[in-house]
Each structure stands twice: as structure tokens, then as C-alpha cells.
């Protein structure tokens, strides 16, 4: 009783926290409606497994430093490939008069043209020593990049273990819901026919508060099993980034 009072106390302290009262619980009255009752939801796994992989931060962030990565090392691989560049150069010179020395500028051969054409190549002398720095950088390179592709492949699959684990508890706290319905029911109709039993005196008073009991730890079992469904269910709402379902 004082445990079961204790939580009853932490648990409105921490309801007057969330909602910005100061003061002890002796200052308000808090009242109670309605019935807990359970909601059933049904999930398509691999749906919600990609949903909750897209709502994370940290894989996002994984994805954009892979990409960062990526276009890092395509930067330093190119630092280590021959450049080949080509050129063309067409000279046009006017001719001259060969008795007199003065350009010519009139009649068929007075134009000359000249037409240049080359290729050049350049090949970095890192290329020739695999323990040269570019090398050594290519290779870096693709470690670290191996590395964050590891660590999000390791994100993605305990995402995916968390989703699977929450999803179990629902299917488990379903079953508990099912079952303690039942012993709810049978415990209730144990405890009336004791009642009965008792009211005619074909019972002692220890076997009908042991009905009683029986009844009391069945609803007990029952609300907590719905309990336990809503907080697995708050888990996976929280998981996938959504405020309901």
C-alpha cells in the first residue's frame, strides 16, 4: 500500500511538473474519469521500420557525411589521374613583294596560312610510388568511408531491432489483454457466486475475501497488461516520430 501510494504520488508530481505548477499534491484535487481500455493497432512492419529509419537525425547525418565522403575521395582520386589537354593555333600572315619588300595584301598569294595542332600530357610522379601521398590519401579516404558506412549500417539495424522488439511487446501485451479479459470474467463470476455462498453461510468469510482477492489481482492484471500496451505503443510513437497513431 505505502509503495502503491508513493508511485501515486510521484506520479502526480511529476503531472504538476509538466504542467508548471509549483506547490505539493496536497493543494489539488486530481480525479480520475473514465475506464483504461485498451486501443488495437495492427502495423505493417517493413513500413514502419523505414519510417522510423527516415525520421532519425543520426542517420541522416550518417548519409550526409557518406555523401561528403564520397565526393572527398572522388576529389583526391582525380588528383592522381593524367591530365590530357590538347590545343590548335592557325597563324594567317599576309604576303610581300619580293622586288620591292612591301606587304601584299592583293591577288592569290598574298595570305599565308600557318595551322598548329598539339596534345599535352601530365602525369603526376605520385602515380609511380603507391606510398606517395595521394596514394596514401586514396586510401584513407576509402577507410573512413568504409567506416561511416559500417556505422550506419550498425544505426540502421538497431533501429530495426528496437522497432521489432516494441512490435513483439505489442503482440505479447495483446495476448495478456485477451487473457486477462477472461480471467477477469471468470474471476468475477468465482467472486459472485461466493457471495452468494457467504450471504447462505455455505462459506467462510476467509474463502469469500479469498475470491476477492483473486478478483482484485485479475483486474489488476488485466489494467496492467493495457497499461503496458499503451506505453510500448507511446515507445514505437517515438520511435517513428509520430504524436499518434
Excluded: C
Excluded at 468469510?205 to 493495457?226: C, H, P, R, V, W
Amino acid at each position: 500500500v505505502i509503495s502503491a501510494r508513493n508511485r501515486v504520488e510521484f506520479t502526480l508530481l511529476a503531472v504538476m511538473d509538466l504542467l508548471g505548477f509549483d506547490g505539493d499534491t496536497s493543494d489539488f484535487d486530481v480525479e480520475l474519469t473514465g475506464a483504461l481500455e485498451p486501443e488495437y493497432y495492427s502495423f505493417e512492419k517493413d513500413k514502419i521500420i523505414g519510417q522510423a529509419i527516415a525520421v532519425k537525425y543520426e542517420v541522416s547525418r550518417y548519409k550526409s557525411n557518406i555523401s561528403m565522403m564520397e565526393l572527398q575521395n572522388n576529389i583526391t582520386k582525380s588528383q592522381n589521374k593524367p591530365s590530357i589537354a590538347g590545343f590548335a593555333n592557325y597563324t594567317l600572315m599576309s604576303g610581300f613583294d619580293s622586288s620591292t619588300g612591301d606587304p601584299k595584301y592583293w591577288g592569290e598569294d598574298s595570305w599565308d596560312g600557318v595551322l598548329s595542332i598539339g596534345v599535352s600530357v601530365r602525369m603526376p610522379v605520385s602515380t609511380l610510388f603507391p606510398w606517395g601521398k595521394v596514394n596514401a590519401d586514396i586510401k584513407k579516404g576509402a577507410l573512413d568511408l568504409e567506416q561511416l558506412e559500417m556505422g550506419l549500417s550498425s544505426l540502421e539495424n538497431g533501429i530495426r531491432l528496437d522497432i521489432k522488439y516494441i512490435l513483439l511487446r505489442l503482440d505479447e501485451e495483446t495476448s495478456k489483454i485477451v487473457s486477462g479479459g477472461k480471467a477477469v470474467e471468470l474471476a468475477q463470476r468465482l467472486y459472485t457466486s461466493s457471495k452468494e455462498r457467504y450471504s447462505n453461510g455455505l462459506i467462510s468469510s476467509m474463502e469469500f475475501k479469498d475470491s476477492q482477492i483473486t478478483l482484485n489481482n485479475a483486474q489488476l492484471g488485466y489494467l496492467t497488461s493495457i497499461y503496458n500496451y499503451k506505453i510500448a505503443l507511446f515507445d514505437l510513437m517515438d520511435a517513428v516520430g509520430v504524436d499518434h497513431f
